[in-house]
């Protein structure tokens, strides 16, 4: 590997890989990105003077952008992190999830095998496996996801295998749990009950609250995902998870001790349709490559709150416009039904 084309690396994740493999190796790093609303180059500021970094403005299931890409930067390797990732917004509007996950992954596989690339590896979720009450989820197992999200998901990684198996590409996938961190689009929980406690906003938990996940910081998870790339066996799936299984509550009223909030903050709202109960996986496979997570749940939480706290002018920014529009559809009635029935 020597030139590594990172799509949605001004994402969240794909942002944090970004940063830890120019700290880590040699590699040229081209960032590939449409910049959609999570999309934010403010995630790159650090590296932006790095001259192994490059940026190119342009959507996956664009052929034509991705093969002069690929082309002009002598792109050898892929690692694919582009995609919709909220569920919320996927039962809102799933057609940007079908368009940007399964025909814009098999776009970049389409165009990564014509162009001869050495790798290609591909940022899944936990979310394709559904929900399980007991135990932990093995690669192996059925997938069977309950959201337009995670179906896309569900699809764009057969597209993975089917490459492999069809064409012989060296593919391996990653599937990663509930992932927090700095730079998160302030849509997730953890960051939008970080910014929405900072301004003492009530927090519209879903349900009961009782939904476990297994948490995973954002900077273990980009050394997951290179440690596969790296040490992966081609068309095998590994899964990424911080054996740290939260329930939402709990998560909920350790952000607002942290912030010295109270929990009358806390609003339960109507549950989402098809939420899933409980995520947990079994990352053997992983560990045997030699990744294990660094960070303490307790520990990694408490450095996000602070970079929050720290960081408004990352993120006032971005809770203007378009997302208001999006809060007020999806919590402006729950909250006000909440606040009826004394919720």
């Known amino acids: 590997m020597k030139n590594i084309m990172v799509t ?21 790093i081209i960032v590939f990105d449409k910049l959609t609303y999570a999309g934010n180059l403010d995630n790159l500021l650090t590296v932006q003077d790095e001259p192994r970094y490059k940026f190119v403005r342009g959507d996956i299931a664009d052929r034509e952008t991705v093969r002069r890409t690929l082309e002009a930067n002598a792109i050898d390797t892929i690692v694919n992190f582009a995609a919709e990732t909220h569920v919320d917004r ?30 290609f590896h591909h940022v899944s979720t936990d979310e394709v496996y559904g929900s399980i009450p007991v135990g932990a989820f093995k690669e192996t197992d ?4 309950n959201s337009p999200y995670a179906a896309s998901k569900a699809g764009s990684d057969m597209m ?18 509930n992932t927090f961190g700095p730079y998160q689009y302030p849509e997730k929980i953890a960051p939008f009950f970080i910014t929405e406690a900072l301004d003492d906003r009530p927090l519209p938990l879903y349900g009961d609250g009782m939904q476990v996940r297994d948490w995973l910081y954002v900077d273990d998870h980009a050394a997951g995902i290179d440690r596969v790339l790296h040490d992966g066996l081609p068309g095998e799936v590994y899964n990424v998870g911080g054996d740290n299984e939260r329930h939402n509550i ?23 349709p098809g939420h899933d109960r409980r995520y947990a996986l079994d990352c053997t496979k992983a560990h045997r490559l030699g990744w294990k ?9 408490a450095e996000t709150v602070e970079w929050y706290r720290r960081n408004e002018w990352w993120w ?3 809770k203007t416009g378009a ?8 919590y402006a009635q729950r909250l006000a039904k909440a606040g009826a029935a004394g919720g």
């Open 8 to 28: 949605g690396g001004a994402g969240f994740i794909g942002s944090a890989f970004v940063r830890y493999m120019l700290r880590q190796y040699d590699y040229n």
């Open 316 to 318: 006032r920014k971005i």
């Open 142 to 145: 059925t997938l069977e996801p």
């Open 90 to 119: 996927s039962i809102l509007d799933p057609d940007a999830f079908l368009k940007t996950n399964v025909f814009g992954t098999y776009v970049l596989l389409d165009e990564g095998h014509r162009a001869g690339i050495a790798r």
């Open 323 to 330: 997302y208001l529009e999006y809060y007020k559809a999806q």
């Open 250 to 272: 709990d998560v909920t009223r350790l952000i607002l001790k942290l912030l010295s909030k109270p929990e009358s903050l806390i609003r339960h709202v109507e549950d989402r």
């Open 160 to 177: 993975v295998r089917a490459y492999h198996v069809t064409h012989g590409m060296h593919t391996t996938t990653t599937r990663g749990s």
């Open 293 to 301: 997570p660094q960070h303490t749940f307790e520990e990694a939480l």
